[in-house]
């Protein structure tokens, strides 16, 4: 089963609560809860970064053991956008430098 078969009820979902605006560009966003519920059942995703863009968004990045990961960015209303996702994520230990 595909990640995009897996998130597609998510995805659904967020798509019956858009409002009508003009060119609505397709984005894959639903309420936080609902995506983390997500990632953490169907991939076993945990989050393992986060930061603040300019007070308006939280990014945070969930990484399976697997080696799955998807990036998150989450606005001030509780809604979360999947801004990518992947396969073969992997720690780079030798850029977190001397005692990380």
């Known amino acids: 089963m595909t990640r995009e078969m897996v998130l597609l009820p998510a995805f659904l979902t967020s798509m019956l609560m858009v409002t009508t605006s003009p060119a609505p560009a397709l984005e894959f ?3 936080r809860a609902v995506m983390v519920k997500s990632l953490s059942e ?3 995703e ?3 970064a ?3 863009v300019s ?3 939280v990014i945070e990045v969930f990484v399976s053991d697997k080696g799955t990961w998807t990036i998150l960015a989450t606005r001030t209303d509780g809604q979360s956008c999947v801004l990518s996702a992947g396969e073969n994520w992997e720690l780079n230990v030798a ?3 001397d005692g990380a």
């Open 29 to 31: 966003c639903a309420d």
């Open 42 to 44: 169907e991939y076993r």
């Open 55 to 57: 007070g308006d968004a």
């Open 95 to 97: 850029a977190l430098g």
């Open 50 to 52: 986060i930061g603040q």
């Open 46 to 48: 945990a989050p393992t």
